[in-house]
T-cell receptor, first 114, second 118 residues
Framework: GAGVSQSPSNKVTEKGKDVELRCDPISGHTALYWYRQSLGQGLEFLIYFQGNSAPDKSGLPSDRFSAERTGGSVSTLTIQRTQQEDSAVYLC????????????FGQGTRLTVV | AQKITQTQPGMFVQEKEAVTLDCTYDTSDPSYGLFWYKQPSSGEMIFLIYQGSYDQQNATEGRYSLNFQKARKSANLVISASQLGDSAMYFCAMREGLGGTGGFKTIFGAGTRLFVKA
């Protein structure tokens, strides 16, 4: 696609339910990043993929959070047993290669846990 | 420990004037990259400018320039001739591990909200 695509754009879920957030990076981009942005805050790094492997998972807040990437393309961020503090905008970005190239961001998924 | 510090939560600038947004960083990795992103109220993140730790010259992209002072670990963004459309949140970011051993994790500062006055 022309840009990074994230779905859904908005998700409202009940506390305790599981949610899946999808990211479709720019075709050919090998690096993929997930970030979380709470209201009025900066971006919090969650996880980074190089191809299908995740060399750095250090930002995942708890074991309720997991992510995978298949075929070197689409990535899914899963949050199990959602809590109210999980409410935030989840941003995905991709870059042609890791390192010094710019990352292109998707529009984000706004998650609201009620 | 805070690795990226943006000390100005909010800044005002008159249209057509220049403005400097501050950013300091902390790293022991000799290979790193510094980025600035703009986030308008629509929420999208727009890449503005990049500076590599080994770059000798300060990066420039149109009206944006990065004042890179390596010894002071600062990477301030200068916007010349401000326009009303520049009103947005601005984030400084750093990516460590460009030497190939790291995870290329990019960390962001808390941001500076810029208001351009007509």
């Amino acid at each position: 696609g022309a840009g990074v695509s994230q779905s859904p754009s908005n998700k409202v879920t009940e506390k305790g339910k599981d949610v899946e957030l999808r990211c479709d990076p720019i075709s050919g981009h090998t690096a993929l990043y997930w970030y979380r942005q709470s209201l009025g805050q900066g971006l919090e790094f969650l996880i980074y993929f190089q191809g299908n492997s995740a060399p750095d998972k250090s930002g995942l807040p708890s074991d309720r959070f997991s992510a995978e990437r298949t075929g070197g393309s689409v990535s899914t961020l899963t949050i199990q047993r959602t809590q109210q503090e999980d409410s935030a905008v989840y941003l995905c970005a991709s870059s042609l290669q890791p390192g010094n190239t710019e990352a292109f961001f998707g529009q984000g998924t706004r998650l609201t846990v009620v | 420990a805070q690795k990226i510090t943006q000390t100005q939560p909010g800044m005002f600038v008159q249209e057509k004037e220049a403005v400097t947004l501050d950013c300091t960083y902390d790293t022991s990795d000799p290979s790193y990259g510094l980025f600035w992103y703009k986030q308008p109220s629509s929420g999208e993140m727009i890449f503005l400018i990049y500076q590599g730790s080994y770059d000798q010259q300060n990066a420039t992209e149109g009206r944006y320039s990065l004042n890179f002072q390596k010894a002071r670990k600062s990477a301030n963004l200068v916007i010349s001739a401000s326009q009303l459309g520049d009103s947005a949140m601005y984030f400084c970011a750093m990516r460590e591990g460009l030497g190939g051993t790291g995870g290329f994790k990019t960390i962001f500062g808390a941001g500076t909200r810029l208001f351009v006055k007509a």
